[in-house]
């Protein structure tokens, strides 16, 4: 890739990675729009590049996201009268859960590198299907014209519990078909959840970061393994920084436009988005354009 053709996708992973439209699937059809060629390096590249966007949520909610909140504890009237193992426990689950959030992020996060591990090869053959990405975004487009009304019930009390956090942690494993949208399934996770339209979005947002930090890790320790591995990243490395900056810019900017958009107005007129962009690809397809990445 050259430099142009790197700030191009670094562009569209930073607006999409936190848009319930499927970064993946957009950084694909870029791709394929300018003639990239799907090279091992390449596809590492479209997932190492989202450790950049993810940053900006860090950024974006620091104050949040290093807010260490303690768990209820047990006070001493309500250990008295247990016998000594009920006593460890409860002090034993303190040590354990000291920092709840980071705990539900974690048991949110199992589920994904589960699934991911078990069908990594599978994952990676999808991601050369334009067909797939297309089909899928029309799908999510259709849940996302609906999503507001069919889960429109929310609990006054917005906490997330472990419970929770671990449905919400499967709807993200649907994501691993490229098309489908990591935001998008989570965030459809969390309001099945009962949690409001903000909230389910940047738990989503948090969700993203051990997600996302984990995959661009396995894809580099992937790549480094491949024969000549080491010398493509070190040939590749001012793309890969290039291509995280640009990322992390772009993003900053999504995610403030992102949550107010949706606070406001829902997830209506992303549903429309997938459907036309989805749907114009398959259009395209049947009229005979090869779309498909080589």
Sequence with gaps: MDILQTIIIAIVEGLTEFLPVSSTGHMIIAQELLGVESTPFVKAFTVIIQFGAILSVVVLYWKRFFKLNPIKILDKKEVEGKNTAAKLSTYGRRFLYKYDFYWKLLVAFIPAAFFGLIFSDKIDEMLESVTVVA?????????????????????????????????????????????????????????????????????????????????????????????????????????LIIGNIVAFIVALLAIKFFISFVTKYGFKAFGYYRIIVGGIIIIMMLMGYNLEIN
Excluded: H
């Design 135 to 239: 089909v899928m975004l029309v799908l999510g487009g259709i849940v996302m014209l609906f999503v507001d009304k069919w889960f429109n019930k929310v609990d006054p009390d917005q906490n997330i519990s472990e419970k929770k956090a671990f449905r919400i942690g499967l709807f993200q494993c649907i994501a691993m078909i490229p098309g489908v949208s990591r935001s998008m399934a989570t965030i459809v996770g969390g309001m099945t959840q009962r949690l409001s339209r903000k909230t389910a979005a940047e738990f989503s947002f948090f969700l993203a970061v051990p997600t996302m930090f984990a995959a661009t890790a396995y894809k580099l320790l992937k790549l480094f393994l491949e024969p000549d591995g080491s010398q493509i990243l070190l040939d590749n490395m001012w793309t």
